[in-house]
């Protein structure tokens, strides 16, 4: 399948513990963030995502983290299971859309058993 | 099964060559985008289109082409292939540019 990127930064949880995935941006203008997870062979899988106006969004088994004052994105991933190891990778726009969006290079999470 | 389909999945080239990565949606969306993804580098948006007969150049348009003459498709059009356009290329579409965008499996072009 398609290699997402060469080098990632690699996040190794074992099965069961929870995982967290940092993502830091540069734009403080940006106002819309979303968490993407890529497996191997596939395209980007919108996870969550979370507005400016809020610091906190939890969905199921997820929970995204925003930090504007430090310019700081985070994914946590509860209970982490095998089907989660893929590459994730942040994206933010300062449109308040998903029209202009700037992604992240992303990390790879290993699961391991 | 509501998804976006890229064709070719994979497809070597030649410089100079024109070639057309097609994409098409089934659930009557009416944003697509086209992206492509580079080691390093992250996603990087080339076209996108808010609805029928309308399109806005992304990030990195240069040397490529769209047309979105009907709803459903929103083919890749590179006119004269170059080497720095070898690349892993996605199609997205959504509802509005408001709305959680799906993506297609992606299109692995290689061009000598």
């Known amino acids: 399948g398609e290699s997402v990127g060469l080098h990632l930064p690699t996040l190794s949880v074992q099965e069961g513990d929870n995982s967290i995935i940092n993502c830091a941006y540069s734009?403080?203008?940006?106002?819309?963030f979303i968490w993407y997870k890529q497996e191997s062979g596939k395209g980007p899988q919108f996870i969550i995502d979370i507005r400016s106006n809020m610091d906190k969004r939890q969905g199921q088994r997820v929970t995204v983290l925003l930090n504007k004052t430090v310019k700081h994105l985070s994914l946590q991933i509860a209970a982490t299971q095998p089907g989660d190891s893929a590459v994730y990778f942040c994206a933010e726009t300062d449109t308040g859309t998903a029209s202009k969006l700037t992604f992240g290079t992303g990390t790879r999470l290993q699961v391991t058993l | 099964e509501a998804q976006v389909t890229q064709n070719p999945r994979y497809l070597i080239t030649v410089t100079g060559k024109k070639l057309t990565v097609t994409c098409s949606q089934n659930m009557n969306h009416e944003y697509m985008s086209w992206y492509r993804q580079d080691p390093g580098l992250g996603l990087r948006q080339i076209y996108y289109?808010?609805?029928?007969?309308?399109?806005d150049k992304g990030d990195v348009p240069e040397g490529y082409k769209v047309s979105r003459k009907e709803k459903r498709n929103f083919p890749l059009i590179l006119e004269s292939p170059s080497p720095n356009q070898t690349s892993l290329y996605f199609c997205a579409s959504s509802f509005g540019d408001s709305d959680e965008q799906y993506f297609g499996p992606g299109t692995r072009l290689t061009v000598t």
């Open positions: 289109s808010m609805n029928v007969e309308v399109t």
């Open positions: 734009n403080s203008a940006s106002d819309y």
